[in-house]
């Protein structure tokens, strides 16, 4: 099979699955703007909402693991444009629904559907790029779920002020078909390490990644941070900048641009530095660890002083955030290159385990809280400092020192 030349082979593998993962990034985050227009419409209570909002990390992180192998096995371009598909339609559901049954399985189609969208460009690059460009092109990946995450803010909250929240998820179902077919139509394939394995091998190889040590040091990070982050800036933000801060839906819609542009920084940062960080001796575990602590950091004065730090450290946080993708990087080196689609696929069931697992709990919790007489605000606060219990317990896991092995 002749490669296409380095230009041609950049475009046509890059800017599909940026298309891709933007579309991802902006479902993912599409409810902290209209899951207030829709709870108000259909009268639902704050614990149906982030049951609803997180029924797409629950579809997510479910289709992980078989996710891997099929990667693995039949390429990152057939998994993903046959995924999206399947979005699309779950987006056209959501659209039609008019009750939360109808809701939740848009949502979880959904999600089912973006699942491939990150971890596809991840094993397509390491299928065409030498391995020191892995922490760039992931950088400027990420910008495209950046650039998701703010079209999910403040241009969603204008386009409001013109059509209804079906319309608007009518034309990404159209958007995601259109995507899909530009996947299918011009991603070139290459044969995968994996092709000849049979799902006996394969599995045997899962099983070693979750016996590893190497992996369950990051597990619990990507758990209580990456998640949580996800937890809260696709629903929570928004409602904590509400009820917390007192801000109005244009506001809140700002501070959300400012997270989002926040995070497209950091994954530009990546994106032009990474690679040349790496050649010049700097670990990425340092700048990892280094991008955790300041986002602990960033959480708890958030949620002890709202009103003195949330216009700055809000879009710390989401630039915090924007680095712990490093993670994925970090945990895949450990394992053969033939794994790195089950190997980025199992930290990332972990990941989105925690997305909502505490998307809903906070939801819960808030609820629980109010149906025993605290307020608003205490609720919010208490559910807050539980997650930020979470993280310190990860992130102690996390700097214990360890022998090699």
């Known amino acids: 099979m002749s490669h296409p030349d380095p230009r041609s082979l950049m475009l046509r593998l890059f800017l599909p699955f940026a298309a891709g993962y933007f579309l991802s990034y902006l479902y993912r985050t599409v409810n902290a703007v209209l899951g207030p227009v829709i709870a108000g419409e259909l009268a639902l209570p704050d614990n149906a909402l982030g049951l609803l909002t997180s029924t797409y990390f629950l579809a997510f992180g479910a289709a992980q693991l078989p996710l891997g192998m099929l990667l693995d096995r039949f390429g990152p371009r057939r ?19 008019d009750g939360l049954s109808g809701l939740t399985l848009g949502r979880a189609l959904i999600g089912l559907g973006v699942s491939a969208c990150l971890m596809a460009s991840f094993k397509a690059f390491s299928q065409w790029f ?22 999910a803010a403040k ?44 799902f006996a091998e394969q599995l045997a190889g899962v099983r070693h990644i979750f016996a590893s040590r190497h992996f ?37 819609a700002a501070r959300l641009t400012w997270m989002g542009l926040a995070m497209l920084g950091g994954f530009l940062f990546m994106g032009f530095f990474a690679t040349a960080l790496v050649h010049r001796g700097m670990p990425l575990e340092k700048l990892y660890r280094t991008a955790m602590l300041l986002a602990f950091a960033a959480f708890a004065c958030i949620a002890l002083q709202p009103q003195f730090a949330g216009a700055l450290l809000w879009p710390l946080l989401g630039a915090c955030f924007s680095l712990s993708n490093i993670s994925y990087s970090l945990v895949a080196q450990a394992f053969p290159a033939q794994w790195s689609g089950r190997a980025n696929t199992a930290f990332n069931l972990l990941v989105f385990l925690g997305a909502f697992g505490l998307q809903w709990g906070i939801g819960g919790l808030i609820d629980g809280l109010r149906a025993a007489g605290w307020d608003a605000a205490g609720a919010y606060r208490i559910a807050f400092f539980s997650l930020l219990g979470a993280q310190a317990l990860a992130l102690a896991w996390f700097l214990l020192p360890r022998r090699t092995p």
């Open 79 to 97: 998994v993903e444009a046959v995924l999206l598909t399947i979005a699309a339609a779950g987006a056209a559901t959501f659209a039609l629904a």
């Open 155 to 198: 241009p969603l909250e204008i386009a409001l002020g013109f059509t209804g929240w079906r319309e608007i998820v009518f034309a990404l179902a159209a958007v995601t078909l259109v995507v899909a077919a530009a996947l299918w139509r011009y991603v070139p394939d290459k044969a995968s390490e994996a092709g000849g394995a049979g």
């Open 216 to 252: 369950w040091r990051y597990a619990p990070m990507g758990f209580a941070f990456t998640g949580g982050f996800m937890a809260v800036q696709g629903l929570w933000a928004s409602r904590w900048m509400n009820v917390i801060e007192a801000l109005d839906a244009a506001a809140v």
């Open 130 to 151: 030498p391995p020191e460009r892995q922490a760039s092109l992931t950088g400027w990946i990420m910008a495209a779920g950046g650039l998701g995450a703010l079209a």
